[in-house]
């Protein structure tokens, strides 16, 4: 039968490679650092982390009470590149760069799979293709333990890949990403992989000799690398293994079902994938029982019914976007020329709106003209002033030259609509992250709220109360101040109180009197209040 890398473009010049790496590079930089942590998953990690940094390695903590929702592997990296790296940046900054090592663990491993499977310069398109994708874009800049699980989940297809020729070596690596996805993800990643796996042993590409030593040789270093951590947190909190484990099997339930939603967030999350996914299907409709094209389908069914199976959360959606990446990319250089011209089109003449609105935006945030537009940004963040950047005015006007000269001068190849889609959403992020970034950062910030409650505490305000009292406001606040909550009993005795509410809630508590209300700049839906006993 005939393989995927017979209908593919052979391999891309050194300037390709060159360029995609440095374009990866940059995507995965833009936005990473510069800014506070922000609600909610990136400070609720961020936290994690940064507790673990006082000395407990073992149990996640928000503001020093345990969380027990994913393993630690992210935040153990972040709280390590926070410690090494805090003297040249901010901790937050330093410690968010977990990120971008498992991003580009994840794109390298990509490419290397995509080459593998598919060949030729699909080792380019399909880490071009997962930097332009849409539900990508946010979570790989944050904080979010979910790349880990993404990193696993690519490493274990290639083991899968390389298992057909090599089992033995293809077994242990599949392990490896097992053991990856797990420390990252918990079990919801685990089942998708292990999954994946057992339709795979159903094929004769797998059904080997080999076969029979490898499936043993992953199990043992999968659990390897697994087992460790449960182990040591049952053995020093067995309370707190209870909970954790009653909350991952708890997270393999059927919660949800395909709705609408969970429709649309995969239709807007998986451009471009889901499309050229479909497109590459067609073209392989006839060979979709070959084996690349059996392993890439028998790892998105997984991902995909444990989207559906949850409640629609981009999160949730992310593993099944590594297998419509390597999908995407065997259709991405066969597009018919009049669909090749037309995604190229709606990308250039997309990418160049926004990108000019992003500009108008900026200018108005420093200048304050427009007027009108100048508004629209004064509204939701009053009291914030900007200041020009010199450096990040140099990056925006070079980014927008570039971007030009991408749309002039590209030459037409197969892969043209892909790069400069990519080259594309990489520049209007990289604009946003130079021209809005300031903007954006002062009104997604608890810095000043938690500023405000410290200068009315005092440097010693003993216990302090909480209610209603959310997951990111209390680890931005331990952050940025040290200001940790109670809850339950321990708060009987406290002198003072922190409550959240919404805007139209009495401020009067019985037995408190009410010192701060306040909230984030123009924040219209909470209020974060400071009370003192009633003597």
Known sequence: MPDLTESNPGPAPRVARFGTLLLCGIWLLAGVTGHDPWKTDDILHLAVAFGMSGGDWLVPRV?????????????????????????????????????????????????????????????????????????????????????????????????????????????????????????????????????????????????????????????????VLILPWPLLLKLQAPALFDIWWTAELASLKLVGGLSRDHVELLAWASWPLLPLALWSLWLERRRVFQAPTFLLLAATAPALLSFFADVPRPTALLPALVPLALLAAVGAGRLRRGAANAFDWFGMMTFTLVAALIWLGGISILTGEPARVAKNFSKPAPGFVAEASFVAILIAIAVTVIWIAVMLRTPRTPWRATARWSIGLTTIWVLLMALWLPWIDYGKTYRSVSAEFRQELGKQPGCIARRGLGLAQRASFDYFNGIRTVGGNRAKTCHYLISQAGVHTATEIGGWTLMLDTARPGDKSERLRLYRRSE
């Open 63 to 223: 503001a020093g009470d345990p969380w027990l929702v994913t393993p630690p592997l992210y935040h153990w990296v972040a709280s390590l590149c926070g410690k090494l790296l805090s003297g040249l940046l901010p901790w937050h900054d330093a410690a968010r760069l977990a990120s971008l090592v498992f991003g580009a663990g994840f794109l390298a491993v990509l490419s290397r799979t995509a080459h593998q499977l598919v060949g030729g310069s699909a080792a380019l398109a399909a880490p071009l293709l997962a930097i332009g994708t849409l539900g990508l874009l946010v979570p790989m800049h944050e904080a979010q333990p979910a790349i880990v699980g993404l990193f696993g989940f690519i490493v274990s297809l290639w083991g899968l890949s390389t298992w057909r020729s090599e089992p033995q070596r293809g077994g242990l690596v599949f392990g490896v990403g097992v053991g990856i996805g797990f420390l990252g993800a918990g079990l919801d990643s685990t089942v998708i992989q292990l999954a994946t796996g057992l339709i795979l042993a159903m094929h004769p590409a797998w059904r080997i000799r080999g076969s029979l030593i490898a499936w043993p040789g992953a199990i043992a270093v999968a659990l």
